[in-house]
């Protein structure tokens, strides 16, 4: 995902889309967490990251989160690439 630093509606990424459990169980959004500038948080299973407004760093930022099946939880990785260049 990409999304200008001066954004202050976010990017929202779909984690979920695409997730399959080999038991059939539904896949959902557990948990974000990790260290990066700006704020990434949960909204049924998208994260929706926003870059800070007052610390810009340009560059990527890696929001880790957890997915679930209700049994077993995995840990992933999304990476938010903040830049400077319009869309």
Same mark, same amino acid.
């Given at each position: 995902?990409?999304?200008?630093?001066?954004?202050?509606?976010?990017?929202?990424?779909?984690?979920?889309?695409?997730?399959?459990?080999?038991?059939?169980?539904?896949?959902?959004?557990?948990?974000?967490?990790?260290?990066?500038?700006?704020?990434?948080?949960?909204?049924? /299973?998208?994260?929706?990251?926003?870059?800070?407004?007052? /610390?810009?760093?340009?560059? /990527?930022?890696?929001?880790?989160?957890?997915?679930?099946?209700?049994?077993?939880?995995?840990?992933?990785?999304?990476?938010?690439?903040?830049?400077?260049?319009?869309?």
């Amino acid at each position: 995902a990409s999304i200008h630093w001066r954004s202050t509606t976010g990017v929202t990424v779909n984690v979920v889309d695409g997730a399959s459990d080999v038991d059939g169980n539904t896949v959902t959004l557990h948990s974000t967490f990790g260290t990066y500038v700006g704020t990434a948080t949960r909204s049924g /299973n998208n994260i929706v990251f926003v870059p800070s407004p007052s /610390n810009v760093i340009i560059g /990527n930022q890696v929001v880790q989160y957890r997915l679930s099946d209700g049994i077993q939880t995995i840990q992933k990785k999304l990476t938010v690439t903040v830049t400077n260049t319009l869309p």
